[in-house]
């Protein structure tokens, strides 16, 4: 006689989870982090235009990770097929609605900030639909996705009122180089083998950066710096000192970091913003434990 197969059907999460997804929600604190860094750096100018930032940026970064998963349809189906559309929790035509949607809301609560916050939330828009656009192909992908979080500190800030200067743009410039790397580390997540080793050196240039600065606040500097680091290495522990790497939680991890590059950026904020900026961190790890963040 011949034993019954126990073929176990897996039924797509609920909608609210598969949006949740798709959004990569677990993220959203690094993009308030990087929000709250720019707009601290530029002066701390108006709060009104603080909280335009962080709802527009954020429906603007919801926007790009919703048509990441609309362009990668095709390519999650033949790798991925756990993700939501092949998975069948969603349509690919209704991501792409709803990434157009996000998109559209975030450029309408930023473009009346200013002139200048208007031109970068539109730049961000179009660094957001060319990376997603071509991200699978392009060599230089990773310099784009950097670009959109060197694009929010500037927004953030501009939002707030303040003329741009290099207190604002030195920082974001080092952000990107950090987001560079763990983008260059994040090409490899869906394909076999350890990935180089090189990027490492764009994740340590917000530290570096910190070295180059004034001596005020030297030390509180320097106990970020070495807690970024003690991060960072444990994450790329994950992918360069096991068998077996871990690419998809070195990724993850050094996603979180970017809380921590934020505060180290902050550099003087009051006691009270550098706990939020813990506070964020913690919570992009905790959020990371319910919905992946890459």
Same mark, same amino acid.
């Given at each position: 006689?011949?034993?019954?197969?126990?073929?176990?059907?897996?039924? %797509?999460?609920?909608?609210?989870?598969?949006?949740?997804?798709?959004?990569?929600?677990?993220?959203?604190?690094?993009?308030?982090?990087?929000?709250?860094?720019?707009?601290?750096?530029?002066?701390?100018?108006?709060?009104?235009?603080?909280?335009?930032? !962080?709802?527009?940026?954020?429906?603007?970064?919801?926007? &790009?990770?919703?048509?990441?998963?609309?362009?990668?349809?095709?390519?999650?189906?033949?790798?991925?097929? !756990?993700?939501?559309? %092949?998975?069948? &929790?969603?349509?690919?035509?209704?991501? &792409?609605?709803? &990434?157009?949607?996000?998109?559209?809301?975030?450029?309408?609560?930023?473009?009346?900030?200013?002139?200048?916050?208007?031109?970068?939330?539109?730049?961000?828009?179009?660094?957001?639909?060319?990376?997603?656009?071509?991200?699978?192909?392009?060599?230089?992908?990773?310099? !784009?996705?950097?670009?959109?979080?060197?694009?929010?500190?500037?927004t953030a800030a501009a939002a707030g009122g303040a003329a741009l200067s290099g207190r604002v743009i030195w920082p974001a410039i080092a952000l990107a180089f950090y987001v560079a790397g763990l983008s260059c580390l994040a090409r490899k997540e869906s394909v076999p083998g350890r990935p180089e080793l090189w990027p490492v050196a764009l994740l340590i240039a917000p530290i570096a950066l910190s070295a180059l600065v004034s001596d005020q606040g030297r030390m509180a500097a320097v106990g970020v710096s070495v807690l970024l680091a003690l991060w960072v290495a444990w994450a790329l522990a994950q992918t360069f000192g096991r068998d077996f790497p871990r690419v998809g939680v070195t990724v993850s991890r050094l996603l979180a970091g970017i809380a921590l590059v934020d505060l180290l950026a902050a550099g003087q904020a009051s006691h009270g913003a550098v706990w939020g900026f813990v506070a964020l961190f913690g919570a992009a790890i905790f959020l990371q434990r319910f919905v992946p963040a890459t």
């Open positions: 006689m011949r034993p019954a197969l126990n073929l176990e059907i897996v039924k %797509p999460p609920p909608k609210w989870r598969t949006l949740l997804i798709l959004g990569r929600v677990s993220n959203v604190p690094t993009v308030w982090s990087n929000c709250f860094a720019g707009w601290w750096l530029g002066g701390g100018g108006s709060r009104i235009g603080l909280a335009a930032a !962080l709802c527009g940026i954020t429906f603007l970064y919801l926007g &790009g990770m919703f048509l990441n998963d609309a362009f990668d349809a095709e390519f999650d189906r033949r790798h991925r097929k !756990l993700r939501p559309i %092949p998975s069948g &929790g969603i349509t690919e035509k209704e991501v &792409g609605q709803w &990434g157009v949607l996000w998109l559209t809301l975030g450029a309408a609560a930023l473009v009346w900030t200013g002139t200048t916050a208007a031109v970068l939330a539109i730049t961000l828009v179009l660094c957001i639909l060319v990376y997603n656009a071509g991200h699978k192909w392009m060599s230089f992908a990773p310099a !784009l996705v950097s670009a959109c979080r060197l694009l929010i500190y500037l």
